[in-house]
């Protein structure tokens, strides 16, 4: 089992940076990838950035390259998204999420097994 935790979101002007921080807790992170996403209300939940176990290779959503910058530290066994000149169209509640152990580098939901509470990100204009 993994729990995760999502945390650093907030209220924010337009062109403003949030952190959002992701700590794990369980088996084998340092062989899941993590991923984030977000989700808009009457919207689906969408992908926004994933790093593979091994870090390496990012991937990002087209709305967010250039803005947004995931890392992982797997001696914290925690995953971060920096994000900068923030829109409020970015505004979500952001989740992330952890593949099995070993897997690819899922850019759809149905690609992760374990999702955290999700924290609110609010970008006002």
């Known amino acids: 089992q993994v729990q995760l935790v999502e945390s650093g979101g907030g209220l924010v002007q337009a062109g403003g940076s949030l952190r959002l921080s992701c700590a794990a807790s369980g088996r084998a992170f340092s062989t899941r990838t993590m991923g984030w996403f977000r989700q808009a209300p009457g919207n689906e939940r969408e992908f926004v950035s994933a790093i593979p176990w091994g870090g390496g290779d990012t991937y990002y959503a087209t709305s967010v390259k250039g803005r947004f910058t995931i890392s992982r530290d797997n001696t914290k066994n925690t995953v971060y998204l920096q994000m900068n000149s923030l829109k409020p169209e970015d505004t979500a509640v952001y989740y992330c999420?952890?593949?099995?152990?070993?897997?690819?580098?899922?850019?759809?939901?149905?690609?992760?097994?374990?999702w955290g509470q999700g924290t609110q990100v609010t970008v006002s204009s």
């Open positions: 999420g952890a593949t099995q152990p070993g897997r690819g580098t899922p850019m759809t939901s149905t690609g992760y097994v374990y």
